[in-house]
């Protein structure tokens, strides 16, 4: 007899540990790197991106983009 997809695709789970240790992220007891950027176009200096008026300047993030 054969068992359907149902019982066998939900009796295994994948547990990943992670651990922070001398300020590098472990995976599964392995050093892992994590590259980000974060971006938003009001972030600049004098600049607060949530109270400042928004608007659109499409050229000067167009100038970021290409930067980064």
Known sequence: ???SLSETSTSRQIKTKVEL????YFLNGERFFIKAIGYEIGARPGQ???E???KDHL?????DLENI
Request: one cysteine or more; aromatic letters at 16%.
């Open 52 to 54: 400042d008026e928004k």
């Open 21 to 24: 240790k001398d300020n590098w």
């Open 48 to 50: 607060h991106p949530y």
């Open 59 to 63: 050229e000067l993030m167009k100038y």
């Open 1 to 3: 007899m054969g068992c």
